[in-house]
């Protein structure tokens, strides 16, 4: 059936005290940017709840799109009748028809905010649990813990029936918690990490580092698609595509094979963190997690953090794998994730990378390259693209033929 209107309830931002109206204001214009795609629908945040009027709008796809906003703990989906008995119980009908079965309890709770309206709030539980009886042969009235609760709302402007809460995707509001730079490959956990980010309201930009030809245009667009698996989650995401070639080329020749991996990181992060200085990013965030590979080690991270002194914040970093795709699944950047195109991360990647490294080893052979010019090329080369959700990149062609390797 198709709704009228979408209530939606929060969750923590209940705690948020003098705060409160900003978080509000944030999530509507989340919620405003996520249903861009259909104009006709209203968004009106209010102290307690917000309401989302379709305005004819297909309210299936809306309540999809909803379920991803973060800030939102449930909604319900309201039909609005005209302000009348004989209105609401043929709304009561269509609304119950595939949800009330025999054997099923139900109870009727009314609302009304219109005190001028007619019927009490006690008349209207009586005689509409009347009129379910009757219509729903097997149906019982139970007033705690019922398994539906049939919500009327007396407005001014009619009457809003509600049979069912939705949840949500909890957290805050994408934006409240500052920017962050998630440093985005092509692998698992690197979503994984940008998603549990912005669910605690970061406004995360995607730096994502390419190196052609060693990298194909399929994995840059990999990339991008998964950021827009990302931006479901916010309206829109911004992508960051850093050139990184002539570093890993430089580092290649320069540098001895068991550093090369610590010292492309430390170029990575030198990258990131002049970004978010650009860009007003407060952190850089990664998919690390540590023990899984040598570059996560905490004597490794501990020499690629060398270079700066801004906040890493590793949102998976004490998870194992079966728990990242977990989650990955969940938000469906799984199958995205594990297509075979290569990342800049695996070239040149040397057989037997140091483990544990020694910092003062890393400052002494990373003398050997030109760390300031590499960096002011790459900056210099930089590609910013505004990413909308669910936007498509991959050539389905090649898609296909991946498929089978």
């Given at each position: ?134 219509n ?56 994984v ?28 667009a ?18 960051i ?47 690390e ?12 991270m ?52 140091k ?36 936007q ?12 089978l390797?």
């Open positions: 059936m198709e709704y009228t209107e979408i209530m939606v309830r929060y969750g923590e931002l209940s705690t948020k005290g003098k705060n409160r109206k900003d978080f509000i204001n944030r999530l509507g214009g989340n919620i405003r940017k996520t249903l861009k795609v259909f104009p006709e629908v209203e968004v009106h945040p209010n102290r307690d709840r917000t309401h989302v009027t379709l305005n004819g709008a297909d309210s299936a796809d809306v309540i999809g799109r909803l379920k991803k906003v973060f800030g939102i703990q449930n909604f319900s989906p309201s039909l609005k009748v005209e302000r009348t008995m004989e209105d609401v119980q043929r709304g009561t009908l269509e609304l119950l028809k595939d949800q009330l079965k025999a054997g099923m309890t139900f109870k009727v709770n009314t609302r009304r905010s219109d005190h001028d309206f007619e019927i009490t709030t006690d008349v209207m539980n009586r005689d509409l649990g009347g009129f379910i009886l009757d729903f042969p097997g149906s019982i009235v139970q007033m705690k813990n019922p398994d539906i609760t049939l919500r009327v709302e007396i407005r001014s402007n009619g009457i809003f029936l509600t049979s069912e809460i939705i949840q949500g995707a909890g957290g805050l509001p994408v934006g409240t918690a500052g920017k962050g730079m998630m440093m985005l490959s092509g692998g698992i956990d690197s979503p990490a940008g998603y549990l980010g912005m669910k605690r309201g970061v406004d995360m930009e995607m730096v994502h580092f390419f190196s052609p030809p060693y990298t194909s245009e399929q994995a840059l990999k990339a991008k698609e998964l950021t827009g698996k990302l931006a479901a989650y916010a309206g829109n995401v911004q992508f595509q850093v050139p990184f070639t002539e570093i890993q080329e430089t580092i290649k020749e320069k540098c001895p094979e068991g550093y090369l991996m610590t010292i492309q990181r430390r170029m990575m992060l030198r990258l990131v963190v002049a970004l978010a200085k650009q860009r007003g990013g407060m952190a850089v965030f990664n998919g997690s540590l023990g899984q590979v040598a570059s996560q080690t905490m004597e490794s501990a020499a690629i953090n060398d270079v700066t002194n801004m906040p890493i914040i590793r949102p998976v970093v004490s998870m194992d794998k079966n728990e990242i795709i977990e989650i990955a699944k969940k938000i469906d950047t799984y199958d995205l994730s594990i297509m075979p195109f290569e990342d800049c991360c695996t070239i040149f990647a040397p057989p037997a990378p483990t544990r490294p020694d910092i003062e080893k890393t400052r002494y052979y990373e003398k050997r390259i030109d760390v300031e010019g590499l960096l002011e090329r790459s900056l210099a080369g930089v590609k910013i693209e505004n990413v909308h959700a669910e498509k990149f991959m050539n389905q062609d090649e898609d296909v033929f991946a498929e390797l």
